[in-house]
């Protein structure tokens, strides 16, 4: 069973830090959120996998996945709880870039063209990553449903989703967490 209140407190007691960081959008931030040491915790990975399924409901689309790496230990734990529930799913990988070998694909895993997916993402700021991982996997022919983040840190990466047509789901906000994010620009 998803439980909101035990991501939160793994998020903070393991993810949160405060300081000056400089973020993958290139905006600056005093705070960051590395999920790499939730989404490759098991309870961590257990918990987002279930909230995840849990905002899927009982339709659920052929396949989830996103950008290398973050993305990978989200869609792994998604396919795995899915299968616990005995719910058919499969997994796919966003490369950053295509391979220069073998057949020199983009996108890896079980997947064929016409194949409905959802884009998972760890932490959304501006959208970028999961937006080009969308780009990547339209070429390929996959139709996006939409995307789930585990954290939406409201800085305009909802609004980015929305305008590209896409709508954003997430587990969790950076209000969450008592933070304010900053005014809109």
């Known amino acids: 069973m998803y439980s909101k209140d035990a991501l939160i407190e793994i998020v903070r007691e393991r993810a949160l830090e405060f300081g000056e960081f400089t973020l993958a959008s290139g905006k600056q931030a005093s705070y960051y959120l ?57 997994a796919f990988i966003v490369r950053k870039e295509a391979k220069e070998h073998g057949k020199g694909n983009q ?21 970028g990553s999961s937006l080009k991982a969308i780009e990547h ?25 929305e305008s590209a047509g896409y709508q954003l789901q997430t587990l969790l906000t950076i209000e969450d967490f008592g933070i304010t994010p900053p005014a809109s620009e």
Not at 67 to 88: C, F, W
Not at 138 to 154: H, N, P
Request: proline letters at 3%; charged letters at 25%; glycine letters at 12%.
């Open 107 to 127: 996108v890896e895993g079980p997947v064929a063209a016409g194949d409905q997916v959802v884009i998972v993402e760890d932490v959304v700021t501006t959208g």
């Open 34 to 90: 590395d999920c790499r040491k939730v989404t490759l915790d098991s309870r961590g990975a257990q918990l987002i996998a279930r909230g995840i399924l849990e905002i899927l409901g009982d339709t659920l689309p052929d396949a989830v996945g996103g950008m290398a790496i973050g993305a990978d230990p989200i869609s792994a734990a998604v396919i795995t709880e899915a299968a616990s529930q005995e719910k058919q799913l499969r």
């Open 137 to 161: 996997v339209e070429a390929a022919g996959l139709t996006v449903l939409g995307v789930i983040a585990i954290i939406d840190r409201m800085e305009g990466g909802r609004e980015n989703f």
